[in-house]
């Protein structure tokens, strides 16, 4: 394990506590859920058509400029494993 120090806002830490309460688990353990569901297990969890598709349409505003003029290389880049 690595100790880290991290700053909430008032409100943030106030709806940890209140999530951690909920679900009868420290804030630290809590914490390790979320960062082990949102960002571990999506690391390593292969990207589903639906995810894929939701990730090209994101290109729009911050993608190549030529994508409406290239949408089916886009489309078949994304769609590729």
């Given at each position: 394990m690595v100790r880290t120090q991290v700053y909430f806002s008032?409100?943030?830490h106030q709806a940890l506590r209140r999530a951690a309460a909920r679900e009868g688990v420290s804030l630290t353990a809590l914490l390790r859920?979320?960062?082990e569901r949102e960002l571990v297990s999506q690391a390593?969890?292969?990207r589903s058509r639906k995810d894929a598709m939701t990730a090209f349409v994101g290109l729009g505003s911050a993608g190549p400029d030529d994508t409406s003029e290239r949408h089916?290389?886009?489309l078949d880049?994304?769609?590729r494993d």
């Open positions: 008032e409100e943030q859920r979320i960062v390593t969890r292969p089916d290389d886009a880049e994304a769609f």
